[in-house]
């Protein structure tokens, strides 16, 4: 582990290289390796400043056209000052001599104060400065040491206060966007509510939706500068009294004024609106949106930032999760509650897993033609060690979420197939289970391999078990599923699409993708009655489905009238509470035992 001498060690070696590079070598692309992206540079000279890498590159080109010789360099002295893990700061003092090959004769002192900072990379510098004494020593015709020795004291006094400020200031600086970091927003924050002001405060924070996907794609580089043009074009939107910061990663966070809800929520749709710049959307060829929560300040709050940013997170949360479309929710005290119970889940997961509280239901699918149970969907309940049922509702979008739903989506899997292998020795008729498999199981390079491997140890025939994926997953993630499908088929397991009909639907899906059962949404059945389109649609799709060799299960049917009408237009399979709600695996079995006698 390093120490702080190391680091010292490492800021003096950087800055004999930069001096070394500049002065005798005269390298000035060596010297630009050595700098940082945001970097400040004021020389001795008047117009000697640049503010940036692309204006010292042209203040470099000055100088070389100035003076095509190098230079002799002597009495070096360094002073490192390291202000945090991160920050440092050191004056230099050395002799500068022409070394006549330019046709200039000059020897003078120079000093330099420059501050450091580490970065991907290694450390770099960010701002550099070197000066000259002034020649006129208080109307001596001779070196006046006296003076010279006060002079020192107060520059030495003066550049150390410098340095610290900012150093201060750079702790407080998010390197890559040059907007605050979270310690110096919480810090400005602080004092901007601690002034008086006529106008009411919020805090919103926000996050760049598929931040992640966009790095795979474009590559990481392409990914900083989509955080960069975000800071810049938000940075632009605030007015006086506002601040911008960039938390970590793609999240970042705005301190906004307003008068009335209706300002504020103009406030933020503007914000939306000018995330990206035109160029950087058309080179993403995507449309960038965001998540965002939104949390007004109180009167007289007493709330320290921290806290305020954390209920804003706690309403990001929340916002509600619509696809291709940027979104924002406001925090209130009951999504706080909601907060504490998802958290709760989520601690008592694994245990409850380990301990066999997640139960395995399933809910008869019906022949239509035949009226015989056939097959089922495996569905999972959480019922507690107190007996507390928790429905799938609750905890399966939070699964989704942390991940942990693919270790209860193989758990359930080998439930499953422990009792299918019980019903074929007992002699039952074989039957279809379809099993849902999250999206998440999308990035496991050896998903299908695993899936199968549980089948084998229970000797289960692939073609008994249809896998289950909604119609959202196969339309986000079209590559993905079409390769998923391949291999599935290629292990003669069977694939099902979900929820058609939804609002995702894209017959283009269907045309592609070589699923084997289509299962539709109950939402269509909801008004076929009264909707003429309804039926036409229900009714198509099922032709579609058949004419694509694919199996038709309708679920959600509840009435005689939705069964009939179903039956009609030539469905295949059946589901819903007009047969059965899901029942436990045990129920189920009898249920097959029944039939059969």
Same mark, same amino acid.
């Given at each position: ?52 890498r ?24 360094y ?34 104060s ?23 020593q ?65 805090v ?18 392409v ?64 449309h ?58 989520m ?15 399933i ?27 928790i429905g ?33 020795? %007992? ?44 119609e959202s ?59 003429a ?61 029944k %039939?059969?006698?």
């Amino acid at each position: 582990m390093k120490t702080m001498q190391d680091s010292r060690d490492e800021i003096e070696g950087l800055a004999k290289r930069l001096i070394k590079a500049y002065f005798v070598e005269r390298d000035y692309t060596s010297l630009l390796s050595l700098i940082s992206e945001r970097i400040s540079w004021v020389g001795a000279g008047r117009v000697e400043i640049g503010y940036d890498r692309r204006s010292l590159i042209e203040l470099f080109a000055r100088e070389r056209q100035t003076y095509q010789g190098g230079w002799v360099i002597s009495d070096e002295q360094y002073h490192i000052e390291q202000l945090g893990p991160d920050i440092a700061g050191g004056i230099i003092t050395l002799t500068v001599q022409s070394d006549l090959t330019g046709g200039v004769a000059f020897r003078k002192p120079v000093r330099f104060s420059g501050v450091f900072r580490r970065e991907r990379d290694g450390w770099k510098v960010v701002q550099f400065h070197h000066s000259m004494p002034f020649e006129e020593q208080a109307g001596e015709t001779g070196f006046n040491v006296e003076k010279a020795r006060r002079d020192y004291m107060e520059i030495e006094r003066s550049l150390r206060q410098m340095l610290e400020q900012q150093g201060r200031k750079l702790q407080e600086q998010d390197g890559l966007t040059g907007l605050l970091n979270r310690p110096g927003f919480e810090s400005r924050c602080r004092e901007a509510l601690a002034k008086p002001s006529e106008k009411r405060f919020a805090v919103l924070t926000f996050g760049v939706n598929h931040f992640r996907y966009i790095n795979q794609l474009h590559g990481f580089d392409v990914g900083d500068n989509v955080l960069r043009s975000v800071a810049q074009n938000i940075q632009d939107k605030c007015v006086e009294g506002e601040l911008c910061a960039r938390l970590e990663k793609d999240h970042f966070a705005m301190l906004l004024t307003y008068s009335a809800t209706k300002d504020l929520e103009q406030r933020i749709e503007e914000i939306r609106d000018c995330l990206l710049d035109e160029a950087m959307q058309q080179e993403l060829r995507i449309h960038v949106t965001f998540a965002a929560g939104v949390y007004p300040i109180p009167a007289k709050s007493r709330r320290g930032v921290r806290q305020m940013l954390d209920k804003a997170l706690i309403a990001l949360q929340s916002a509600p999760r619509e696809e291709g479309a940027s979104r924002y929710a406001y925090y209130n005290d009951a999504l706080e509650t909601q907060l504490f119970r998802r958290n709760d889940l989520m601690e008592r997961a694994s245990d409850a897993l380990k301990n066999g509280e997640f139960k395995l239901y399933i809910q008869p699918q019906v022949d239509l033609k035949t009226g015989q149970v056939t097959a089922g969907e495996a569905l999972v309940r959480w019922v507690t060690a107190e007996e507390e049922i928790i429905g799938p509702d609750e905890f399966i979008p939070l699964f989704e979420e942390n991940r942990f739903i693919r270790d209860l989506d193989f758990y359930l899997l080998e439930q499953l197939c422990k009792e299918m292998h019980g019903w074929a020795k %007992q002699g039952l008729p074989p039957v279809e289970i379809c099993s849902n498999q999250s999206r998440r199981h999308l990035c496991e390079a050896h998903y299908v391999e695993k899936f199968c491997a549980v089948l084998d140890k229970w000797q289960v025939p692939h073609g008994r078990i249809v896998v289950e994926l909604t119609e959202s997953a196969f339309v986000e993630n079209d590559t993905e599923m079409y390769a998923l499908s391949r291999r599935l088929h290629e292990r003669g397991v069977r694939l099902a699409i979900d929820d058609f009909g939804t609002g995702y639907a894209s017959l283009n899906v269907l045309s592609m993708l070589s699923a084997d059962v289509l299962k539709l949404d109950r939402s269509l059945l909801q008004d076929f009655e009264t909707n003429a389109r309804s039926r036409v649609v229900l009714k198509k799709v099922v032709e579609m489905a058949h004419e694509t060799q694919m199996q038709t299960v309708c679920e959600g049917i509840e009435t005689k009238a939705q069964l009939d009408y179903v039956k009609s237009i030539g469905c295949d399979i059946g589901q819903g509470f007009f047969f059965s709600k899901p029942i436990p695996v045990k129920a189920f079995e009898k249920l097959l035992l029944k %039939q059969r006698q």
